[in-house]
């Protein structure tokens, strides 16, 4: 009876964990600025700040402000990096994930409910609790059964009928096709509004973003078995991916760890494993970006079921802004590769008077001809686990590799130790521009050898949860795009610290000299 009673009253705190939502931002800088100008009389400033009245409070979920800085060698020339780094909810910080090695749960949860979580003196883990519920969602996948246009049948043998008959479809379509069938097999969805239970709804998302997790994830893997034997059946596939998921899950892996052998079409090393769970936390959520966006104004609009607000969000991170960057610098590569060495330097220098994939950022100054410019930490971030790697002999990479990473090396030196010297401004100092997050995450699963046009599916994985911190919030407080700056409260301040920027200076160092990946 008392293990009754505790199991209840666990299941009670569980629940009430879940269904709390953090407080909402007070602080509204347009409303208070109004004020100000009319106590002063300024009528014109008045008039010009009521044309953005609408604007709401400032969001309580993302932080990303220039919090370091360093300096490095460009040549004769020193460069002084202002890095910017992230914070979620002003609790949890770039360094304390780099540093601390902090779970994917410990993460999501701070940016789920504002807190880190907590153990309490009845044996609730609430990190734990996290991580298990995201694991039923994602492992349930195996044995779903839901109606199709060939009658009922388990989900993973309708991907595997998916991926035979469309091999060349990345993990985005077969996650759109299922979600809209998912979404037909369930007309009267509660979907996405603030009458409903915030636990019971985070229950759904999380439910419906792991199941699409699963769908991009199995589909990568079965394709990986079909460039092995296009003639395998569709029960082969399906048979093949459910054995690794179930070998998996009896051996106590979580679903990330289970999603990287998927990804890489075979059971990931622990090396593998931390390279691309540290890539992905950090992933998890990227402020004011326009799959963000979406996925707030969906929140504010209500959406009638949950698998739209999920395809929708990652419809917009497939654009040109976002994942286009990733197989922007595919094409690009797949263009160098050939070339000899004095053209590919040529076709370099061309490319960056034009737009240069996976460098420079829409909103913030990571291009300048000064010596001061800003950083984006996360190509280091995710790059020096894996030089580390493969300076270990953990990971072993093939001539071809050795080639390709050379160039975006090169190219790295080319846009931002040389600079980009423009026709008729020679003498003017080079416009420098710095590689921004899809570098690191191109050149690492280009080192893992990630099939090219897989290479988005692990931010999609990780931004789903950053969706869901925006929904939540969007519920309390219509927001739609946050306000700069967000709430004070949660933009970190300068420490002394220097995690992330011995990140930053430890791979400018390595890339600066010559094969950095070649050792």
Known sequence: ???????????????????????????????????????????????VLNSFSSMPQSTTVFANPALHKTAVKCAETEITLNIRSFAIRGIVLESEIVAERLSPAFVIFAGL??????????????????SELI?????????????????????????????????????????????????????????????????????????????????????????????????????????????????????????????????????????????????????????????????????????GAVSDFFVASQMTLDGDRHFGAIHDMTAFMNQLEPLDADAREEAIRARMLIALPTFGHPEIAAAGRTDEIQQDPRPAIYLNPFLEAVDNGDVQLSDRQKKRLGIIQRIYQLAFIDGIVRPGRENDPPLRV????????????????????????????????????????????????????PHPEIIPTPTDDMTIANEVVALHNRLAGANAFDR
């Open 113 to 130: 409910f504002g807190r880190k979580p907590e153990k309490d003196t009845d044996g609730l883990d609430e990190e734990a609790v996290l």
């Open 434 to 485: 710095t590689p921004n997050t899809d570098f690191g995450g191109w050149a690492v699963q280009e080192g893992l050898d990630i099939y090219e046009s897989d290479r988005t599916l692990l931010t999609y994985i990780f931004r789903g949860f950053g969706w869901m911190m925006d929904a939540r919030e969007q519920l309390q407080l219509k927001i739609i795009r946050p306000v700069i700056p």
């Open 135 to 303: 694991d039923r969602k994602f492992y349930r996948f195996a044995d779903t059964r839901r109606d199709s246009v060939n009658g009922k049948q388990r989900l993973i043998n309708q991907v595997a009928e998916f991926v035979k008959a469309f091999p060349e479809a990345g993990p985005e379509a077969v996650i759109q096709h299922f979600s809209t069938l998912r979404k037909l097999n369930a007309p009267r969805q509660r979907g996405i509004n603030s009458t409903r239970n915030p636990g019971s709804l985070l229950f759904e998302l999380i439910g419906a973003h792991m199941e699409n997790v699963a769908l991009g994830a199995v589909s990568v893997y079965m394709r990986h078995q079909l460039r092995g034997n296009t003639a395998l059946h569709p029960q082969v596939l399906a048979m093949r991916a459910k054995d690794l998921i179930v070998e998996h899950q009896k051996s106590g892996k979580t679903a990330f760890q289970t999603c990287y052998s998927l990804l890489l079409g075979r059971h990931a090393s622990p090396v593998e494993a931390n390279i691309l769970e540290r890539m992905g936390i950090i992933q998890t959520h990227h402020g004011s970006a326009g799959s963000n966006v979406v996925a707030r104004y969906l929140a504010t609009l209500h959406t």
């Open 1 to 47: 009876m008392f293990n009754k009673n505790l199991e209840a009253k666990k299941v009670a705190a569980v629940r009430k964990t879940l269904s709390y939502l953090p407080d909402a931002s007070a602080y509204a800088p347009v409303t208070e600025s109004i004020a100000r100008a009319d106590e002063l009389g300024e009528e014109q400033i008045t008039a």
